[in-house]
């Protein structure tokens, strides 16, 4: 999908984007080119009043002048200063102190409702994370185009529209010093877009390297490791090999732009120069007077100025951005998993017929031709060699992920064609990478029922339950000390994330390899606490231990992606098979020697 | 690679700047003092020069060929200052990134040797993750802030010095009235500056709810429960409070910023006014007034945000260097950079001798007291709830933690007294939380014995790795993870075997397994046990487990709780004891009668 994905020009993505920016925030974006207009009028403004103030002064000096006429003509220019700076100051908070983080947040949000229709499959593929990545990083640059759009139209726009007025009214030929300035950095922006979009894909996977390097090195989940394997000579090699490439392809590009700029500004220059030739042949001829010859000049070079302004800032860093914003529109593109609604009936149970499934990226399928049945209040065990696929099963059984082939009815509804918030309904689980939220310890519990509200108790009953030992800790006490909270352990975590799973209401609930940071104790009480809260409802426990699967009503036994047996505990133990080799394998170290 | 020092005030990104990219740097300043130069004072002067040129024509007083030189003058200025902007651009992203290649890797060299116990605490981890997040931006800014500042005084200073050539009264006036108000800029910038770090440590809130959102590691718990509503309603409401808070902060700077603008328009008019007095008398010719005012004036635009601006980055690049001062005098480990020795000690036997240790931050002794002794060739089996100190044990004696009560013992040497590499080739460990190393799998494995190459595929081999391998688009040759191209991810369990065919790869005599088995599925764990004590032959393994199954291979197992040791023997004696250990292992046998 990256490699195929066409970019839409610059144009295209402008219109596409206006639209989005003032629905972000509309009464701001007017406001917002209602300040740029008369800021612009504002500099017109002071062009003409430093005229009048030179061409009084060039009279005074000729003594044609007294001192309260010059008095009265610098009052004239420092009120249109004043008022512009005003002006400024306000047109400028607006944009960077209000529009701004207002309209991001809104683009933010956005993004956060696309994501939760994504289909989840895609959280495991390379491309669409590194899509993901620069998409983020369009969340700012959405509005901050916007606001150079604005700016050009309503600010610069205006600007040059009353400038242009003014020297018209001069001498018409002066016009073409607004042409004379244009032209080069409507040239300059097509190009550099190319150069800003490419860079940025060709470097964003070698700068993904470079940074994982560093982490190897540096982050706490690698640090003791890379120090006692001594193994920092070897990391350091890689990360300042892949900072070398990426930062002579970052020059590389830089210099282009760079000697682009410098072109750019011999052509700008060359249109100064010939603005110029004509205001002086004017004055020479008399037609217009010196302290026109120096407001006007003095006000080329803010033409000019404004004008590399645009070009090397505003545009630069439009462009600069443009490949962010094209993958955050293209993320918007996605297909959501959508559906029609629906109520799940557990009466029924939970069904797989023939399903398949492969990661993207991946040759191997991990889960093949599945067919199997739960019915109501029953408990599955599934049990397999790593790497066998139970834990993409459990995923498809849960509707987490769609199967590529064969269907999966859950409660009587198809996970195809059901959209996700009905089906998950009365669906929990305890995963196997269970999260160590930095909220709350009510929030830990209650973010798997958002909706329910079930209160205060409900998540506290869910903690005994799960035999969270709670000590001095309240609910409300924050479960992080980056956020100034409390530091739990692994065993208490595993614990919050097993209350996670009963607090949410379900008739189907999932459990992915609970035990693997409890004691052995613990781990009974656990197993056989989940034992009696899955009475009733749909279950299917991940596992290794085999032992646990005796609580199961049926096992599964899972290999390569393929069902190889299935039965009663007691059924797999008496056939000789994949099942009964694993029993014996751990049941060995259990049995009591005999002397 | 640039050298780190100790003591960095602000002013020393200048220094650091300078050392990355000398030429650059130098370069850069004196093309930035040339375009200032041109842009105010020598463009006045030109068009003074030509003004007047023009005028006395104008009047007949001189022949018309003079105008050709100010002409001249004035285009040459015109195209300096045009063409002048893209070189410091280009000087510019040339600095920043020889900075990125001299000054990151010390960085990385200098976090990469810190103690380890800076690792674990949150405050020092704070520091550290500050430091290194964007070194470079963080000292670029601070750069181009004093590069833009001299850019202002020098612009200052070239239209004061044609102001004190005509008329120098004017000159001493202006400074009376501005130099108060510079002083008062700086010390409002760096209020504003103080304001805006505070709105910061509201984001990180925001920040993190967003990760929840949008990452990777928690899709399925966020599919299933489907928080994202819940969890995007409150990341509104955080976002909202703090934008409103950053709101109160860019309202104060804009307020400072126009101010100051405000009242350089109030000096541009005093400049003004007393110019007005020498052209009337004659004193000061209008193309000169006219030279002067254009300037002065077309200052006041860009000084108000460019002034406000550096003083913001240089406040804030001032910070930074504090942090790295504090970064770079951390304690760092000696020779904790060094690779293992290639060839490891003879060991003979390693002793606890009434340790007592408790991590830094912490109140509670995780060890007190623990005293035992293993000798070279046997194996050894940890047993004990979770909390009790199994990991801390591995840890002190990997020589992450020095900073213990009492001694252990190497062959009757105390472990402080070994270089870290003797250290490193001495023990093998697989960490419970071991790393998932994200890059080919042979380099995975190769990572165990770095003087050795070759027996990557044999120790895949003994791990039961043969399958994942066949399984692998290129074999051994596979990159591991999402981070290269064509990376394929592995399993739990699958990676466990990679850290177990790492350590098997490794020559160390002394074999650490903190939990090894935990995410293995029965079959391999089996086997597992069966290989290792065949694999571990005359090596001095060490078991941390609470999968009591695996104890029973050992020679002697140590029961421990609250810190120290609470029982220790062989299976049988302990199970004939009747303690904890017998207790715990009736519970998990239940499973399987």
Known sequence: MNTEKKNDTFFQVITRIIPMQFQAAPFNCILENILAVMHGLSFSLTVVATQHLFDTISKASASQADFSDCMFSLFLLTGATFGQQLLNGIHNFHGTGILFPKSSGKMTVLLHKKLKNIDPAQFENTDFLDDLNKAREGIQAIPLCCMILFLCVSFYGVYFLSIGTYLFTLKPMLLITLLLAFIPAIMAQTINIRVFTRLEEQSAPLRREHEYYQKAICDREYFKETRILGAFSFFNQLFTDTLELLTSKIWRAERKIALLQLVLNITTFAGMGTSAYLLFTATMNGEITVGMFAAVFAALGQIFDIMNEIVSKHIGSMNRDIGKINNFLHLLEMPDRTGSSGIPDFTIGVAAYGISYTYPGRENPAVKDVTLNLAEGETIAIVGENGAGKSTLVRLLTGIYRPLEGRVIIGGLDTAKIAPSSLYKGISGVFQKYQRYKMTLEENVAISDSLAKAGLDQAESALREAGFEKGSIRMEDMLSPEFGGIDLSGGQWQRIAIARGLYRVNDFIVLDEPTSAIDPIEEIRIYKQFQRLAEGKCALVVTHRLGSAKLADRVVVLEAGEIVDMGTHDELLSRPGKYADMWAAQAQWYEREEK | ?593
């Open chain 2, 1 to 593: 690679m640039i050298e780190i020092n100790k003591n960095y005030r602000s002013f020393d990104a200048l220094k650091l700047a300078l050392a990355a990219s000398p030429v650059c740097m130098v370069t850069d300043i004196l093309l930035s003092v040339t375009q200032s130069i041109m842009q105010t004072g020598a463009l006045a002067l030109v068009t003074a020069d030509f003004v007047d040129t023009a005028s006395a024509i104008l009047k007949g007083v001189r022949p018309r060929n003079d105008i050709y030189l100010p002409l001249v003058l004035l285009l040459v200025t015109l195209g300096v200052t045009t063409i002048i902007g893209a070189l410091i651009q280009l000087v510019s992203s040339r600095i920043r990134l020889n900075l990125k290649r001299r000054l990151i890797p010390s960085v990385v060299k200098i976090y990469a040797a810190l103690d380890y116990r800076h690792i674990e605490n949150n405050t020092s981890w704070e520091l550290i993750s500050r430091v290194s997040r964007d070194p470079v931006n963080s000292i670029m800014e601070g750069v181009e802030a004093y590069i833009q500042s001299l850019k202002i005084i020098i612009s200052l200073a070239s239209v004061l010095i044609l102001i004190v050539t005509r008329v120098w009264w004017a000159a001493i006036i202006i400074l009376f009235f501005s130099a108060p108000m510079f002083w008062l800029s700086v010390r409002a910038g760096r209020k504003v500056y103080q304001a805006g770090r505070e709105a910061e440590k509201f984001n990180r809130r925001t920040e993190y709810l967003g990760e929840v959102l949008t990452g990777r590691d928690n899709v399925d718990e966020r599919t299933l429960f489907g928080y994202s509503d819940e969890i995007n309603g409150k990341w509104q409401n955080q976002y909202e409070a703090g934008r409103k808070l950053q709101l109160k902060v860019t309202a104060r700077m804009f307020l400072f910023i126009k101010g100051s603008s405000l009242l350089l328009v109030l000096i541009s008019l005093l400049v003004a006014l007393t110019l007005i007095g020498p052209v009337l008398t004659g004193q000061m010719t209008a193309g000169w007034f006219m030279g002067i005012v254009s300037a002065v004036f077309g200052m006041i635009q860009k000084l108000g945000f460019q002034m406000s601006r550096s003083l913001e980055n240089i406040s804030r690049v001032g910070e930074y260097m504090k942090d790295l001062t504090a970064f770079a005098s951390m304690s760092q480990t000696k020779d904790s950079l060094t690779e293992p020795d290639a060839e490891p000690m003879v060991f003979k036997s390693l002793e606890f001798r009434n340790v007592c240790f408790r991590y830094p931050g912490s109140e509670r002794l995780v060890l007190d007291g623990m005293s035992f002794k293993m000798e070279a060739g046997r194996h050894y089996a940890f047993v004990g709830k979770n909390g009790a100190g199994k990991t801390t044990i591995t840890k002190l004696l990997t020589g992450l933690f020095p900073q213990y009560q009492g001694e252990i013992l190497i062959n009757g040497k105390e472990l402080r007294e070994y270089s870290a590499s003797a250290v490193k080739a001495l023990f093998s460990v697989v960490y419970q939380d071991f790393a998932r190393y994200y890059i080919r799998l042979k380099d995975n494995i190769a990572l165990g014995d770095l003087h050795r190459k070759g027996n990557e595929m044999e120790a895949a081999h003994l791990a039961g790795l043969d399958e994942t391998v066949n399984s692998l688009n290129h074999g051994l040759d596979t990159p591991l993870g999402k981070i290269m191209a064509g990376g394929q991810d592995l399993s739990g369990g699958q990676w466990q075997r990679v850290a177990i065919a790492r350590s098997l790869n490794s020559r160390a005599p002394v074999k650490i397994l903190d939990e090894p088995t935990s995410a293995l599925d029965p079959i391999s764990e089996s086997l597992l046990y069966r290989d290792f004590e065949r694999l571990m032959l005359g090596k001095t393994t060490v078991f941390v487990s609470h999968r009591l199954g695996s104890t029973k291979l050992a020679d002697e197992i140590l029961v421990i709780g609250s810190g120290r040791i609470i029982e220790r023997g062989t299976h049988d004696e302990l199970m004939a004891a009747n303690g904890p250990y017998a207790e715990m292992f009736e519970a998990q046998r239940g499973w399987y009668l």
